[in-house]
């Protein structure tokens, strides 16, 4: 029985067909929002084809959907392979689906094949791992590894209702979170497949990306009060506008972002509230939440210094009040170069390949506060993501499967020593 992975590209077409299905129809693009009625039926989906293929299935504390598949040395701690079905708002058919559709299709195949990993695998759908209405990210993950705080699960969405009470809302425990919490040596190895979201594979024509270290996130909320009033008979020199007060934050963010560091830095600003929100009423209230991201923290808190002058400085200048308050934070992580090396022979039997780092977070930032992470990318057309264009052809999800399965079995072994 040769060890190879097969190109069942029809198998994994049909797939992701029919779980980008299964969506919120009134929202925009695929969105399945986590905790949605379209989140659940996406998992009643999942859970069929895991069981389908043998997995023994639960869900945990977390509410992360779990699958199974026995090793022969119970032993040694499982290898996990994951990624996640919720979307952003508007999102695309891939971000995250293949790389849960991966691991079924990994499992499907080595049952054909027959082949018995030392190993147990645990293939994992994790909860909401885009930024979620609660103000974090990759919740589930974060509450696999203990890293979901009591405060994290008071965090209320706008209809008020806690995270806690969202989490059994897809059947978590969040009682048993400290309990079940994983500890380094639990999980032997962590593996994910995930399309890039950016344009280098394509652009530097690359089938396959090893990814050599994921960005860390800070995400801050400010909150401007200035004074609303009729925008008529106010003359400009006498009004508080809380709209150009938070304009020159924008733009600030924007500067500072654009400086030179060691790694490379991001800043944006995707979601503004304006109050009143009337044509002619000088805005009284802004609230924005900015987002950073880079591989160095280093420069993540340059930046929020860079932010908290700007923001004394506009709060005279405007006599405007303003405050900023971290919503969340994750840390960058680096992939040890032991798993780039493995991922990376895996990957050039399958294509040509590129490390690159992850300037997207992912539910490795979490897992790797537990286990070696290694993850792979397979290229983005026209380096879309989070939009409904996001397109990867399906012989090249076929490839990173490929690619995945192999080094499953090549970590399976090495690590079995
Ligand atoms: C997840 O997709 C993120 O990087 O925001
Ligand atoms: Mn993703
Ligand atoms: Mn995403």
Redesign the pocket.
Known sequence: MTKTFEKNEKRIEQDIIALSAIIDSVAPGYTRRPFTKWHLESREWLIREMKNCGLDVRIDAASNLIGKRQGVNPELPPIMIGS?TD??VG?GRF??IIGVLAGIEIVRQLNEKKIELAHSLLIVDFTA??ASEFGISTIGSRGMVGNLTEADLGRTNAEGLPLRNALKVAGGRPDDLETEALKVGDISLYLELHIE?GPVLEQTQHELGVVTGIVGIQRHKVVVEGQANHAGTTPMHMRFDALPAASELVLALEEVANKTYTEQVVGTVGRMFVEPNGANVIPGRVVFDFEIRSLDPHALDQMVEYMKNKIAHVETSRKVSITMNQLSHSDAIIVSEDVVQGVEKSCQRFGTTLRLPSG?GHDGNQLAKVAPVGMIFVPSKNGK??CPEEWTDYAEVVKGIQALGTALLSFDKALSV
């Open positions: 996640h979307s952003v999102g971000d995250g791992e885009e979201q997207a993501s989070h």
